[in-house]
């Protein structure tokens, strides 16, 4: 039984991801996801009590595998004090391979979550505010710019707000530039942000 209603809660985010993805939340009825999934209503509100609970558990696994895919290309520079921006390169394109290659991921993690409830709103807050934080971390950790009273919030939503706004710019266009182009102009954010650190922008 519990793996039977694993495999169609599989279903569902799999249907939810396509169809929220490409019409939107508004047009993603739950007749239209339990079409593509291939399952009656019956079964959707067996895993589900709402629309709005499937959006937010395929919002969720969007971020989590996002932030699972970044945290592996930081671990995946191993060699002893690399230079800031070897350590950075390879996680700003695993973000980007992560979601901004698939638009569905995109619109639904940064467009169609926006809005909806009071809910939903302060659920995106909260997911937001993981990655302030986990940016936050991961700066504190893996380069040894100055800290603040304020750690590195700023910069990690700095970053966040770039990475979000560009990686939407690029899922949407066609023709669009190269990945890399885009990761090489997010790289000159990043390290003019840790430069405004260093000692010497501040003699």
């Known amino acids: 039984m519990a793996e039977r209603s694993a495999e169609r809660r599989e279903r569902l985010m799999t249907a939810a991801l396509e169809v929220f993805g490409t019409l939107g939340y508004a047009g993603g009825t739950v007749s239209a996801i339990c079409s593509a999934a291939g399952l009656s209503r019956r079964q959707f509100y067996e895993l589900f009590e709402t629309r709005e609970d499937l959006l937010i558990a395929v919002y969720d696994m969007i971020h989590r595998e996002a932030r699972a895919a970044v ?61 302030m934080t986990f940016f936050s971390a991961a700066a504190s950790e893996f ?17 966040i707000g770039a ?17 890399d182009t885009v990761v090489s102009m997010l790289m000159s954010v990043i390290l003019a942000l840790a430069a405004s650190r260093s000692p010497a922008s501040r003699a």
Do not use: C, Q
Not at 146 to 154: L, R, T, V
Not at 163 to 179: F, I, M, Q, V
């Open 143 to 159: 380069t040894d710019l100055p800290d603040s009273e304020f750690g590195f919030d700023y910069e990690a939503m700095i970053v």
């Open 163 to 179: 990475l979000t706004e560009a990686g939407h710019l690029w899922a949407k266009s066609d023709p669009r530039p190269n990945r």
């Open 71 to 131: 945290l592996a290309a930081f671990a995946s520079v191993d060699r002893p004090d690399p230079p800031l921006e070897e350590r950075v390169r390879p996680a700003v394109a695993a973000f980007f391979d992560s979601v901004a290659a698939d638009p569905r991921r995109m619109r639904i993690a940064f467009i169609e979550v926006g809005g909806i409830s009071t809910r939903v709103e302060a659920h995106r807050f909260e997911a937001r505010r993981e990655w």
